[in-house]
């Protein structure tokens, strides 16, 4: 049988799917929807291998409407346009059951593309039901966000995943032939990451990996066949966290020639470019912060344009800002600032504001010395003068430490000079 495990066991029913009782059990949201016959356009947010794209073939099935769909990946405004024809004329006028259009990862949709759904689904030619990965109220617009319900897919648990294994080995037609006896399930569940396909992809390589009548499932067994069957974890998105944790790090160790290596990766592996943007932006700021305040700004034009023109030119951009990124200098002083700042907050709890640093918008406020000792210090020589503006609990607390950098060397510079003996670096 050549049919993938994973795709063998894929619910047909709302009583074969797997947790997600608040959408698909007998009082969930989905469930008494397809009783009353109303199934809203939707968008089904979860993590990878939870069953979204069989959630939006359940419910076509079960609502028995047609079923187009689409991958964001590789569709674009011309496919959508052709697919929503093909749904205005197989929906009829007088009919309510409106045909369904799936589009999966429509978080990779541009905007552009996003624009072409809201007519189809404002008149209700189709029911539109999106799959994404992401929070969708930063990756689908707001027009169609707004006429979608949003539905939010829970990770599976371990019982869940324990479930689903059991069930292969009982009743799945090629498993249930061979004794197979689950002893530890720990390593199995880790190396999924939750992914039930991932999680059967590998259950199913082991299986056809041993040759006995007898297979004893232990973490041992699945640590060995897994190593030596790597390739299975080097596909697109499998190495999602490795990939993007080895990115950052040849950008923080200033090497843009593995910068762009691992970038290429997550290319050619399918990984959303706006992600990627994203964890740039995170960088120019934590990474490398006031020793060059112009990465920051790269990194925004960057996440701005790879939302506008997509891949294939998306590349050339995401390689423009690693690059530069890479060959910045680096300093995580604003990072360690803040965080330590965040620390002292959460020891000291609400510390109260000093008098002098109050707003007094009322003659009451006046009265009562509310921001009475102020020193405005434009009213000062090079407009500043040495005041206290921590509570009095914390005073004199250093928390920013400029980097050692030529740009943070300025500031701290003017630190010392403006601040003489409390900032003494």
């Known amino acids: 049988m050549n049919t993938p495990l994973a795709e063998r066991l894929r619910p047909t029913t709302l009583s074969d799917y797997i947790s997600q009782q608040h959408l698909v059990g007998p009082q969930g949201a989905l469930t008494q929807g397809l009783k009353q016959g109303l199934i809203p356009s939707m968008i089904l947010w979860g993590p990878p291998g939870i069953g979204k794209t069989t959630l939006a073939t359940i419910i076509a099935k079960t609502s028995d409407r047609p079923f187009y769909n689409l991958s964001a990946i590789n569709s674009g ?27 999966d990862e429509i978080h990779r949709f541009s905007k552009s ?8 689904v404002e008149k209700g030619w189709v029911t539109l039901i999106g799959a994404t990965t992401e929070n969708p109220s930063f990756e689908v617009i707001s027009a169609l966000l707004s006429r979608c319900q949003v539905y939010t897919l829970n990770p599976f648990e371990k019982k869940d995943l324990e479930d689903l294994l059991q069930r292969a080995i009982t009743t799945d037609e090629v498993l249930s032939s061979i004794q197979i006896r689950l002893k530890e399930t720990e390593a199995l569940i880790r190396l999924s990451g939750g992914d039930a396909r991932k999680l059967l992809n590998i259950f199913e390589l082991i299986i056809n990996s041993e040759s006995s009548e007898k297979i004893i499932i232990t973490n041992k067994l699945v640590t060995e066949k897994v190593q030596n069957n790597a390739a299975l974890y080097d596909k697109s998105g499998d190495q999602h966290y490795d990939i ?51 990465a920051l700004v790269m990194a925004n034009s960057t996440m701005q344009a790879v939302a506008s023109i997509g891949m294939p030119d998306a590349r050339i951009v995401l390689s423009q800002c690693a690059t530069y990124l890479a060959c910045s200098p680096k ?18 709890g609400n510390l109260s504001v000093p008098l002098d640093l109050r707003n007094a918008p009322t003659k009451l406020m006046k009265t009562l ?57």
Not at 262 to 280: H, N, P
Not at 334 to 339: D, E, G, L, P
């Open 77 to 103: 405004v011309k496919d959508v346009r052709e697919v929503i024809e093909k749904a205005k004329q197989s929906g009829g006028l007088f009919t309510t059951k409106n045909p369904i259009l799936f589009i």
């Open 244 to 294: 993007i944790s080895a990115f950052i790090k040849s950008i923080r160790g200033s090497d843009p020639n593995a910068a762009v290596y691992w970038l290429a990766r997550m290319l050619s592996g399918g990984e959303d470019v706006k992600f990627i943007a994203r964890r740039l932006l995170i960088l120019a700021s934590e990474d490398i912060g006031n020793a060059n305040p112009t």
């Open 331 to 348: 300093s995580n002083a604003a990072y360690q600032a803040i965080n330590a700042a965040m620390q002292t907050v959460k020891n000291t």
């Open 369 to 425: 010395g509310y921001g009475e000792e102020y020193k405005y210090a434009h009213n000062y020589d090079q407009n500043f003068v040495a005041q206290e503006f921590l509570p009095k609990e914390i005073k004199s607390t250093t928390f920013y430490a400029p980097g050692d950098n030529a740009r943070e060397q300025t500031q701290k510079d003017f630190l010392k000079h403006r601040w003489k003996d409390k900032y003494n670096y």
């Open 113 to 120: 593309q996003q624009d072409s759904l809201l007519q189809a």
